[in-house]
């Protein structure tokens, strides 16, 4: 007996493993919902935005490497989807997004929230197709997936709304034959010039990305040889803070002094598995050696002298037999001196107490006069309470700052944020669809009140699914990032308040355990609290505005730009 085209499809996508699909019911996926329903091994989650869905289906797709499934109908419900996918083609994370249109038969007549989603998608997806005809299935679903999973990116298949129900005459289950990845390495005259290249200096750092993570036995093996530091960018924590005495922290606006130095000083700088998107923060006068397995990334932020094409570990194993050990540590030692003075300075400011203290009450007056919570203890707490193999998702913004200096990758914690395309609101949903993925672990989501707010909708989907969900909100009443920027820029803080409810209180409302701290000394316990009780919990943490963040390597223009800012805010009204 033939299939209609919305069984075929869910039944491929079930037979593939995909457990769970995320989107807003409605109109021409109503096939494919009510298809959904009754196959078993594949559940429907409802979200209350689409593009909520499209983060929860990416973050699933990043963490298991594995295909992730999002949904939405005709017109606005597809246009809903594009933020999150933009984020998942971002990260390189295979996502499918099934998208409804008007009945075949109007299309191309500006009928009834009509939308092009052939154009629509076409600069954020490897793999765009309309079924036209029942008779194109299951080739169009096999084709989406394999591009989907093959080319770590955004497949978007279109379905009308007229053909979900029609009959497939071809009734064969699809076949999507997807490859086992390749490990591959250069030849041996590329990895000789490599060696070459590092025997010329004595001063070597690695910079290590996400890409290097499945590789770290080798990548410590290299930082041994070499006497090298080892810079790590925020994704590539995870897998290289545990256990690693060549590590110095991360570079850019969200590192610290001994990273910045590191880059700085070294004469031979080692990329491996890293696409560091900021120019500025390379070093301008070293030799450049970068290993990733996406050839296109060879040199394309900062011009390489040596770029080999291949898996990290693999071209490792094969270039460390020819590397020239060096001797002097004088390089490594300084650098990771100068990050352990810089671990002990943040510990101190995350202490509770510090603003009780003398330095800390000098520091206070400029920085904290409310004496309200240090965002800076708010994260080192969740560190210290949240569980080893806890998986974290981060808003874009002071949010990561925090984490980035102050959570720990230990054991098998994950982590996970909208850290290449930079969206606002994505550590809510994303931590939904890691919760779906993984149950039986915690997941810590540090949620900007700025993001959380933008889709707050959704914690009635973490309640209605009764997923033990923590999140923690950073509730400083502004858009931290953009207020830190406007003020390095010398302009005083403009359009960043926030007039905040009590988070706390929304989320009782909602059916959630809602905390709300606003002392200092009732945040470790409401931390220990909020993480043990079972259940979705948020934990609204009012934390001090006026904090600074200060980067790496901070410019005489930042500071400046910095004062005058401040000058500026405290002068009367249309001062000017």
Same mark, same amino acid.
């Given at each position: 007996? $033939?299939?209609? #085209?919305?069984?075929?499809?869910?039944?491929?996508?079930?037979?593939?493993?995909?457990?769970? *699909?995320?989107?807003?019911?409605?109109?021409?996926?109503? &096939?494919?919902? +009510?298809?959904?329903?009754?196959?078993?091994?594949?559940?429907?989650?409802?979200?209350?935005?689409?593009?909520?869905?499209?983060?929860?289906?990416?973050?699933?797709?990043?963490?298991?490497?594995?295909?992730? *499934?999002?949904?939405?109908?005709?017109?606005?419900?597809?246009?809903?989807?594009?933020?999150?996918?933009?984020?998942?083609?971002?990260?390189?994370?295979? =996502?499918?997004?099934?998208?409804?249109?008007?009945?075949?038969?109007?299309?191309?007549?500006?009928?009834?929230?009509? *939308?092009?989603?052939?154009?629509?998608?076409?600069?954020?997806?490897?793999?765009?197709?309309?079924?036209?005809?029942?008779?194109?299935?299951?080739?169009?679903?096999?084709?989406? #997936?394999?591009?989907?999973?093959?080319?770590?990116?955004?497949?978007?298949?279109?379905? &009308?709304?007229?053909?979900?129900?029609?009959? *497939?005459?071809?009734?064969?289950?699809?076949?999507?034959?997807? &490859?086992?990845?390749?490990?591959?390495?250069?030849?041996?005259?590329?990895?000789?010039?490599?060696?070459?290249?590092?025997?010329?200096?004595?001063?070597?750092?690695?910079? =290590? /990305?996400?890409?290097?993570?499945?590789?770290?036995?080798?990548?410590?093996?290299?930082?041994?040889?070499?006497?090298? %530091?080892?810079?790590?960018?925020?994704?590539?924590?995870?897998?290289?803070?545990?256990?690693?005495?060549?590590?110095?922290?991360?570079?850019?606006?969200?590192?610290?002094?001994?990273?910045?130095?590191?880059?700085?000083?070294?004469?031979?700088?080692?990329?491996?598995?890293?696409?560091?998107?900021?120019?500025?923060?390379?070093?301008?006068?070293?030799?450049?050696?970068?290993?990733?397995?996406?050839?296109?990334?060879?040199?394309?932020?900062?011009?390489? +002298?040596?770029?080999?094409?291949?898996?990290?570990?693999?071209?490792? !194993?094969?270039?460390?037999?020819?590397?020239?050990?060096?001797?002097?540590? $004088?390089?490594?030692?300084?650098?990771?001196?100068?990050?352990?003075?810089?671990?002990?300075?943040?510990?101190?400011?995350?202490?509770?107490?510090?603003?009780?203290?003398?330095?800390?009450?000098?520091?206070?007056?400029?920085?904290?006069?409310?004496?309200?919570?240090?965002?800076?203890?708010?994260? @080192?707490?969740?560190?210290?309470?949240? @569980?080893?193999?806890?998986?974290?998702?981060?808003?874009?913004?002071?949010?990561?700052?925090?984490? $980035?200096?102050?959570?720990?990758?230990?054991?098998?914690?994950?982590?996970?944020?909208?850290?290449?395309?930079?969206?606002?609101?994505?550590?809510?949903?994303?931590?939904?669809?890691?919760?779906?993925?993984?149950?039986? !672990?915690?997941?810590?989501?540090?949620?900007?009140?700025?993001?959380?707010?933008?889709?707050?909708?959704?914690?009635?989907?973490?309640?209605?699914?009764?997923?033990?969900?923590?999140?923690?909100?950073? +509730?400083?009443?502004?858009?931290?990032? #953009?207020?830190?920027?406007?003020?390095?820029?010398?302009?005083?803080?403009?359009?960043? =308040?926030?007039?905040?409810? +009590?988070?706390?209180?929304?989320?009782?409302?909602?059916?959630?355990? /809602?905390?709300?701290?606003?002392?200092?000394?009732?945040?470790?316990?409401?931390?220990?609290?909020?993480?043990?009780?079972? /259940?979705?919990?948020?934990?609204?943490?009012?934390?001090? %505005?006026?904090?600074?963040?200060? %980067?790496?390597?901070?410019? #005489?223009?930042?500071?400046?730009?910095?004062?005058?800012?401040?000058?500026?805010?405290?002068?009367?009204?249309?001062?000017?």
């Amino acid at each position: 007996m $033939s299939r209609t #085209v919305a069984r075929v499809i869910v039944d491929g996508l079930a037979d593939l493993g995909v457990g769970h *699909v995320f989107g807003v019911v409605g109109d021409a996926l109503n &096939p494919l919902t +009510d298809a959904i329903r009754t196959t078993e091994g594949i559940e429907w989650t409802g979200f209350r935005h689409e593009e909520a869905a499209a983060f929860a289906a990416g973050a699933r797709a990043q963490l298991s490497g594995e295909l992730g *499934v999002c949904m939405g109908t005709v017109g606005p419900g597809s246009v809903h989807l594009l933020n999150g996918l933009y984020d998942a083609a971002k990260s390189g994370a295979p =996502v499918l997004a099934i998208c409804g249109q008007v009945p075949l038969s109007e299309v191309g007549g500006d009928y009834f929230q009509e *939308v092009d989603n052939d154009l629509l998608f076409r600069d954020v997806a490897v793999y765009r197709a309309t079924v036209t005809s029942p008779a194109q299935m299951p080739r169009l679903l096999e084709s989406a #997936v394999r591009a989907a999973v093959t080319r770590r990116g955004v497949a978007v298949l279109t379905v &009308p709304g007229d053909l979900g129900d029609q009959k *497939v005459e071809d009734d064969r289950p699809p076949r999507f034959a997807l &490859p086992r990845p390749a490990v591959t390495r250069p030849d041996d005259p590329a990895l000789a010039e490599a060696a070459e290249a590092f025997a010329a200096g004595s001063r070597v750092t690695l910079l =290590v /990305g996400r890409g290097a993570r499945d590789s770290r036995e080798e990548v410590l093996r290299t930082a041994e040889l070499l006497s090298a %530091p080892m810079v790590l960018t925020l994704k590539g924590k995870e897998g290289f803070e545990e256990d690693n005495p060549y590590e110095v922290g991360q570079t850019g606006l969200i590192g610290n002094p001994a990273a910045a130095h590191a880059l700085d000083t070294c004469d031979t700088l080692l990329l491996l598995g890293t696409d560091f998107p900021y120019r500025d923060w390379y070093p301008s006068d070293c030799r450049i050696v970068q290993i990733d397995v996406r050839e296109e990334h060879l040199g394309r932020r900062v011009p390489v +002298d040596v770029g080999l094409a291949g898996d990290v570990g693999a071209t490792l !194993r094969a270039l460390l037999p020819l590397l020239t050990p060096i001797g002097s540590r $004088s390089h490594l030692d300084e650098a990771r001196e100068r990050f352990l003075q810089w671990q002990e300075g943040q510990a101190d400011l995350a202490d509770p107490t510090h603003d009780k203290r003398l330095l800390g009450r000098v520091r206070a007056l400029f920085d904290n006069r409310d004496e309200e919570i240090r965002p800076e203890a708010l994260a @080192a707490a969740v560190d210290r309470h949240a @569980a080893d193999d806890a998986i974290f998702t981060s808003d874009t913004g002071m949010a990561t700052v925090w984490l $980035s200096r102050f959570v720990s990758m230990r054991g098998s914690r994950r982590l996970i944020g909208s850290y290449n395309l930079g969206s606002m609101a994505n550590a809510m949903p994303q931590a939904i669809g890691a919760q779906l993925w993984a149950p039986d !672990r915690q997941v810590v989501a540090f949620c900007g009140d700025g993001g959380l707010s933008m889709l707050l909708g959704d914690l009635l989907t973490i309640r209605s699914e009764r997923l033990p969900v923590k999140l923690v909100v950073f +509730d400083n009443r502004r858009l931290g990032m #953009v207020k830190l920027e406007q003020e390095q820029a010398g302009l005083p803080e403009f359009g960043t =308040v926030l007039d905040n409810p +009590d988070f706390a209180a929304v989320a009782e409302a909602l059916g959630l355990t /809602g905390i709300r701290v606003t002392e200092p000394g009732e945040l470790d316990e409401a931390v220990r609290r909020a993480l043990a009780v079972p /259940g979705p919990v948020l934990l609204d943490v009012v934390t001090n %505005p006026a904090e600074v963040a200060v %980067p790496g390597k901070p410019t #005489v223009s930042q500071g400046w730009g910095f004062a005058i800012a401040k000058i500026k805010e405290n002068l009367p009204s249309g001062s000017g």
